[in-house]
């Protein structure tokens, strides 16, 4: 009954910027942590960014600077604002939500892919 439904990810060029987007919806208290992973190929997901639900933030090292992770309570929507992108952010990137009292919940997974 809970679904995550992501947008934003694309082909774009070094140096360029997206804009991910994961909304929220179903039958649920609230929404504790969010985050975005990635998953390139032959390699493990790896944490990108997370917020809070009080708003606090933190970033792979590889992102810090470039990524801005951000929060809509009201629209139960997670942002990821990728700027300055590389070659080496193609990945699938997946959305993570933490609910009260159920657990975790991801994202069926959006493709971002930046060309030199």
């Known amino acids: 009954q809970v679904q995550l439904v992501e947008s934003g990810g694309g082909l774009v060029q070094a140096g360029g910027s997206l804009r991910l987007s994961c909304a929220v919806s179903g039958n649920f208290f609230s929404i504790n942590a969010m985050a975005w992973h990635r998953q390139a190929p032959g390699k493990q997901r790896e944490l990108v960014a997370a917020i809070t639900s009080g708003g606090s933030t933190n970033y792979a090292d590889s992102v810090k600077g470039r990524f801005t992770i951000s929060r809509d309570n009201a629209k139960n929507t997670v942002y990821l604002q990728m700027n300055s992108l590389k070659p080496e952010d193609t990945a699938v990137y997946y959305c993570?939500?933490?609910?009260?009292?159920?657990?975790?919940?991801w994202g069926q997974g959006t493709q971002v892919t930046v060309s030199s």
């Open positions: 993570k939500v933490v609910l009260t009292w159920t657990g975790d919940y």
